[in-house]
Nanobody, 121 residues
Framework: QARLVESGGGLVQPGGSLRLSCAAS????????MNWYRQAPGKERELVAG????????NYADSVKGRFTISRDNAKNTVYLYMNSLKPEDTAVYYC??????????????WGQGTQVTVSS
């Protein structure tokens, strides 16, 4: 059974930093695309950063480029989101997402429970 558990959220002042972690289990982590999404109150969930299987390619939302970094440790089945120069508009619940390929043509999407990030003075 696939499971994603996020941690590392909290309250931080503008300009501060946080590291989010997502521990994965129940599927082949190394061959899965891992993403971080976020959802602010009253807004749709948006893709923040993604890492293809093996970490060979990453992508970022324009709003976080140069400030956030996604990385993965396939030996620990964990994906991280390093967030620097945080802004109040980064306040949201952050979700870990795994895109797992099953049989040909079958793709599974798994989600964590989310972790709250609040940027405020």
């Amino acid at each position: 059974q696939a499971r994603l558990v996020e941690s590392g959220g909290g309250l931080v002042q503008p300009g501060g930093s946080l590291r989010l972690s997502c521990a994965a289990s129940g599927f082949t982590f190394s061959s899965s695309t891992m993403n971080w999404y976020r959802q602010a109150p009253g807004k749709e969930r948006e893709l923040v950063a993604g890492s293809t299987s093996g970490g060979g390619s990453t992508n970022y939302a324009d709003s976080v480029k140069g400030r956030f970094t996604i990385s993965r440790d396939n030996a620990k089945n964990t994906v991280y989101l390093y967030m620097n120069s945080l802004k109040p508009e980064d306040t949201a619940v952050y979700y870990c997402n795994a895109v797992v390929r099953g049989r040909p043509g079958v793709v599974y999407n798994y989600w964590g429970q989310g972790t709250q990030v609040t940027v405020s003075s």
